[in-house]
T-cell receptor
Framework: GENVEQHPSTLSVQEGDSAVIKCTYSDSASNYFPWYKQELGKRPQLIIDIRSNVGEKKDQRIAVTLNKTAKHFSLHITETQPEDSAVYFCAAKEGSSASKIIFGSGTRLSIRP | EAQVTQNPRYLITVTGKKLTVTCSQNMNHEYMSWYRQDPGLGLRQIYYSMNVEVTDKGDVPEGYKVSRKEKRNFPLILESPSPNQTSLYFC?????????????FGPGTRLTVL
């Protein structure tokens, strides 16, 4: 089955700098990769996603890149702001079942003022 | 308002006492799922359902049961809870199992098993 590894587990950046979170997956048939943001005490919410036929996707200050050959994908946040502080989770949808979703272990991002 | 609801939000119980956590969505979604969240382990899928009367195991199904008798409801049943099931539980739903269908999460249920 699919296995998703996420790094780093914690990340602290200066406000205004960029943050990068990386994930690798094991199942080459996985075809959909969402990213979720979870603020303290709240539910996870989708912030961006990418499908396997696309290499990069942007939405304002957030971008995701996918390297299918290397089986890794990354979340990039530019011009970080205090409200970006949260736990971020990557996930991969298994290609074989197209129904199971495997999450990474999460990255706690802190933005220093 | 489109939403996923869970009840109860907090529950403290004792080992072996059967319990049910309810999940309901009002968006006519086909796909529903249960996750548990534990520190350092992220979100792990327990069970999912692709439609009424169609359920399947996720990554960590042991000790849990689910049912999907109606499209809107997807209860999680712990027949004989044990302390290692102490966790934060999330229900989620999406329109279908297709790629790109956004998963909407419920507010979470914090369960403590003594």
């Amino acid at each position: 089955g699919e296995n998703v590894e996420q790094h780093p587990s914690t990340l602290s950046v200066q406000e205004g700098d960029s943050a990068v979170i990386k994930c690798t997956y094991s199942d080459s048939a996985s075809n959909y990769f969402p990213w979720y943001k979870q603020e303290l005490g709240k539910r996870p919410q989708l912030i961006i996603d990418i499908r396997s036929n696309v290499g990069e996707k942007k939405d304002q200050r957030i971008a995701v890149t996918l390297n299918k050959t290397a089986k890794h994908f990354s979340l990039h946040i530019t011009e970080t702001q205090p409200e970006d502080s949260a736990v971020y989770f990557c996930a991969a949808k298994e290609g074989s079942s197209a129904s199971k979703i495997i999450f990474g272990s999460g990255t706690r991002l802190s933005i220093r003022p | 308002e489109a939403q996923v609801t869970q009840n109860p939000r907090y529950l403290i119980t004792v080992t072996g006492k059967k319990l049910t956590v309810t999940c309901s969505q009002n968006m006519n979604h086909e796909y529903m799922s249960w996750y548990r969240q534990d520190p350092g382990l992220g979100l792990r899928q327990i069970y999912y359902s692709m439609n009424v009367e169609v359920t399947d195991k996720g990554d960590v199904p042991e000790g849990y049961k689910v049912s999907r008798k109606e499209k809107r409801n997807f209860p999680l049943i712990l027949e004989s809870p044990s302390p290692n099931q102490t966790s934060l539980y999330f229900c989620a739903s999406s329109l279908s199992r297709a790629q790109g269908d956004t998963q909407y999460f419920g507010p979470g249920t914090r369960l403590t098993v003594l």
